[in-house]
């Protein structure tokens, strides 16, 4: 299958400083990636769905100037936490299709821990 | 809207026994249903699919899923696990036409020896 793949896989950060997460499709061109949140033990919850070219769509109560999302190609797809706090802290994992319906595989990246201090 | 849930939270079998964990859904029509397995610290591997057609699905790694319309569930099944199976179970739906997944809550699986 396709892969996706995302970096860094941890991460530790001060508080209120800023950290980048990537998410790379490296052998399929992604027309849609998603963003989500897992606490632990808990579900994936979707903090966002990103087209190419254009301005992610946030989900109810995702605050879309913390989590800045970028998805610049059809490759690449950035979410900046943005003056992190230790409530920030997760597991945040993206994923990545080729179309557009849901019956389109979505490929997941391997997550990435982040830790704020 | 579209729902899910997963009734049980841990799952403890022996190794070489039968599985079964349950997923039941909310949709008002018939659904895209998906399985994934989750390691620790890792992202989701796609197991099955269901979009339409035959009601039994088969998966990677031997496991296998039913559709059942008029119980709204999607279980899935494994004649016998192995140890290499332990992970965490998560059942979605997605919605003919949109492309955001809902998942479950998750199934944590442990396999005694």
């Known amino acids: 299958g396709a892969v996706v793949s995302q970096h860094p896989s941890w991460v530790i950060c001060k508080s209120g400083t800023s950290v980048k997460i990537e998410c790379r499709s490296l052998?399929?061109?992604?027309?849609?990636m998603f963003w989500y949140r897992q606490f632990p033990k808990q579900s994936l919850m979707l903090m966002a769905t990103?087209?190419?070219?254009?301005?992610?769509?946030?989900e109810q109560g995702v605050e879309k100037d913390k989590f800045l999302i970028n998805h610049a190609s059809l490759t690449l797809s950035t979410l900046t936490v943005t003056s992190a706090h230790p409530e920030d802290s997760s597991f945040y994992i993206c994923?990545?299709?080729?179309?557009?319906?849901?019956?389109?595989?979505?490929?997941f990246g391997q997550g990435t821990r982040l830790t704020v201090v | 809207a579209q729902s899910v849930t997963q009734p049980d939270i841990h799952i403890t079998v022996s190794e070489g026994a039968s599985l079964e964990l349950r997923c039941n859904y909310s949709?008002?029509?018939?659904?895209?249903l998906f399985w994934y397995v989750q390691s620790p610290g890792q992202g989701l591997q796609l197991l099955l699919k269901y979009f339409s057609g035959d009601t039994l699905v088969q998966g990677i790694k031997g496991f296998e899923a039913e559709f059942k319309r008029s119980q709204s569930s999607f279980n899935l099944r494994k004649p016998s696990v192995h140890w290499s199976d332990a992970a965490e179970y998560f059942c979605a739906v997605g919605a003919p036409g949109n492309e955001k997944l809902t998942f479950g809550t998750g199934t944590r699986l442990t396999i005694i020896p």
């Open positions: 052998d399929f061109q992604a027309t849609t």
């Open positions: 949709y008002g029509a018939t659904p895209y």
């Open positions: 990103s087209n190419e070219g254009s301005k992610a769509t946030y």
């Open positions: 994923s990545a299709t080729q179309g557009r319906a849901s019956n389109t595989e979505a490929f």
